[in-house]
């Protein structure tokens, strides 16, 4: 990893543990807060909808200042309002935290991958964007594990301020490590907003959405599926997430490689087909402990696969809103999110048990992997008839030359 990188993946590491230590506490905060699981599954989604409004509305404040100075205010305000998230001292309170912890997510990720991919060397842009969520899948082996394990034995709130110190020593890394980048253009929002008249980005948002969505039905209920249905104890949960964790790390390197070695829209349909087949998996053997074990790795690095295409697919289909695009794509992951933790929290609370999320998430990630194709096909009748035209202008050339 190159060092100016470094600060972008401790970010990455505060950002993954906000978001997914919810997923490994959630039965301690909904004891504490006196709340059913579904209904804490709502603070996710208050999390996720934080992303959604935060992405586009900040990097639209803030388009015209350079990218290191945009990062560092984004860290304080993520935070501060983990910090009141450690002290929210009821549901509706800590729902408006949520909200306001997702805030700075999207944008931070948006305006990293920017900066990341020009930070990388030609051709390896994804690689480079890779090693920026590679601090989400360290999040998901130490930081949400840690995180868990203190909400179970200590206090969940002790787990928002070890969240909050983070976010300050990534404020130090970006002020030490990385270099003062000048900004690229005038960013005009009503400008930036003209790249949602074409039909690719809404397409490519829409696989985010709808695609990860499967992730996050598993995900937001893991924990109960692994105390209640395979019957691990309280204790063992902290290890199993370090295994999920240790999954995400290995799919996260294999799609960076993926996507620049056979192109980020081939990569971003083959990972949704096999989250598919992974989730089903799940639902089949979550009875039995060994193979949920190794359904729990491979899910991990399968659906974290996904990070590095999607967000080289958006930044590619910006036309020179790279930032907004990129920080747009970030709020499709966290639509995923929500809609994710909703739906897959519907079959729960009609009583049909904690496997029932792995069949929602199935159909989320098979709906994202149609809409691949779809992508898929327009971009190759795009290049087809750039090649077409190509081809006559050389004919003409050569008829007029007579070369």
Same mark, same amino acid.
């Given at each position: 990893?190159?060092?100016?990188?470094?600060?972008?993946?401790?970010?990455?590491?505060?950002?993954?543990?906000?978001?997914? &230590?919810?997923?490994?506490?959630?039965?301690?905060?909904?004891?504490?807060?006196?709340?059913?699981?579904?209904?804490?599954?709502?603070?996710?989604?208050?999390?996720?909808?934080?992303? &959604?409004?935060?992405?586009?509305?900040? &990097?639209?404040?803030?388009?015209?200042?350079?990218?290191?100075?945009?990062?560092?205010?984004?860290?304080?305000?993520?935070?501060?309002?983990?910090?009141?998230?450690?002290?929210?001292?009821?549901?509706?309170?800590?729902?408006?935290?949520?909200?306001?912890?997702?805030?700075?997510?999207?944008?931070?990720?948006?305006?990293?991958?920017?900066?990341?991919?020009?930070?990388?060397?030609?051709?390896?842009?994804?690689?480079?964007?890779?090693?920026?969520?590679?601090?989400?899948?360290?999040?998901?082996?130490?930081?949400?594990?840690?995180?868990?394990?203190?909400?179970?034995?200590?206090?969940?709130?002790?787990?928002?301020?070890?969240?909050?110190?983070?976010?300050?020593?990534?404020?130090?890394?970006?002020?030490?490590?990385?270099?003062?980048?000048?900004?690229?253009?005038?960013?005009?929002?009503?400008?930036?907003?003209?790249?949602?008249?074409?039909?690719?980005?809404?397409?490519?948002?829409?696989?985010?959405?709808?695609?990860?969505?499967?992730?996050?039905?598993?995900?937001?209920?893991?924990?109960?599926?692994?105390?209640?249905?395979?019957?691990?104890?309280?204790?063992?949960?902290?290890?199993?997430?370090?295994?999920?964790?240790?999954?995400?790390?290995?799919?996260?390197?294999?799609?960076?490689?993926?996507?620049?070695?056979?192109?980020?829209?081939?990569?971003?349909?083959?990972?949704?087909?096999?989250? &598919?087949?992974?989730?089903?998996?799940?639902?089949?053997?979550?009875?039995?402990?060994?193979?949920?074990?190794?359904?729990?790795?491979?899910?991990?690095?399968?659906?974290?696969?996904?990070?590095?295409?999607?967000?080289?697919?958006?930044?590619?289909?910006?036309?020179?809103?790279?930032?907004?695009?990129?920080?747009?794509?970030?709020?499709?992951?966290?639509?995923?999110?929500?809609?994710?933790?909703?739906?897959?929290?519907?079959?729960?609370?009609?009583?049909?048990?904690?496997?029932?999320?792995?069949?929602?998430?199935?159909?989320?990630?098979?709906?994202?992997?149609?809409?691949?194709?779809?992508?898929?096909?327009?971009?190759?009748?795009?290049?087809?008839?750039?090649?077409?035209?190509?081809?006559?202008?050389?004919?003409?050339?050569?008829?007029?030359?007579?070369?």
């Amino acid at each position: 990893m190159k060092k100016s990188l470094l600060p972008l993946a401790v970010g990455g590491f505060g950002i993954g543990m906000t978001e997914f &230590v919810m997923m490994g506490v959630l039965p301690d905060i909904a004891n504490t807060l006196h709340i059913s699981i579904p209904v804490a599954g709502h603070l996710i989604s208050s999390y996720a909808l934080g992303v &959604v409004l935060g992405a586009p509305l900040l &990097v639209g404040i803030a388009g015209n200042y350079p990218p290191k100075k945009i990062l560092l205010g984004l860290m304080a305000l993520f935070t501060c309002f983990n910090v009141l998230s450690a002290f929210a001292p009821n549901y509706e309170i800590m729902m408006i935290t949520r909200l306001l912890s997702g805030l700075p997510h999207g944008a931070f990720f948006g305006v990293g991958a920017v900066v990341a991919s020009r930070l990388a060397g030609k051709g390896k842009e994804a690689q480079a964007i890779s090693m920026m969520f590679a601090g989400l899948t360290v999040a998901n082996i130490i930081g949400v594990p840690l995180g868990t394990y203190i909400g179970h034995t200590l206090s969940w709130r002790i787990t928002f301020v070890l969240i909050a110190a983070v976010g300050l020593i990534t404020m130090l890394a970006i002020q030490k490590m990385l270099p003062v980048m000048p900004v690229v253009g005038e960013s005009n929002l009503r400008k930036d907003l003209k790249l949602f008249t074409r039909a690719e980005p809404w397409l490519i948002l829409g696989i985010t959405a709808i695609g990860t969505g499967g992730l996050f039905a598993w995900f937001s209920y893991i924990a109960p599926l692994l105390t209640e249905v395979a019957q691990f104890s309280s204790n063992q949960l902290t290890w199993i997430l370090v295994l999920a964790g240790l999954g995400m790390a290995v799919g996260n390197l294999i799609s960076g490689r993926t996507a620049d070695l056979i192109s980020p829209i081939k990569a971003t349909a083959l990972f949704l087909l096999l989250m &598919v087949v992974s989730l089903t998996g799940v639902y089949f053997v979550a009875t039995f402990k060994i193979p949920l074990l190794v359904m729990t790795f491979i899910t991990g690095a399968i659906a974290f696969s996904l990070g590095a295409p999607i967000q080289i697919l958006m930044i590619r289909a910006a036309n020179g809103s790279e930032m907004l695009a990129s920080s747009v794509s970030q709020a499709g992951f966290n639509i995923g999110n929500a809609l994710g933790a909703y739906l897959g929290g519907l079959p729960i609370a009609a009583g049909l048990g904690y496997t029932s999320p792995e069949w929602v998430g199935a159909l989320l990630a098979f709906s994202g992997f149609m809409l691949a194709v779809v992508v898929y096909f327009r971009q190759k009748n795009a290049a087809d008839t750039v090649h077409e035209e190509d081809s006559e202008e050389a004919i003409t050339y050569e008829l007029a030359t007579g070369n």
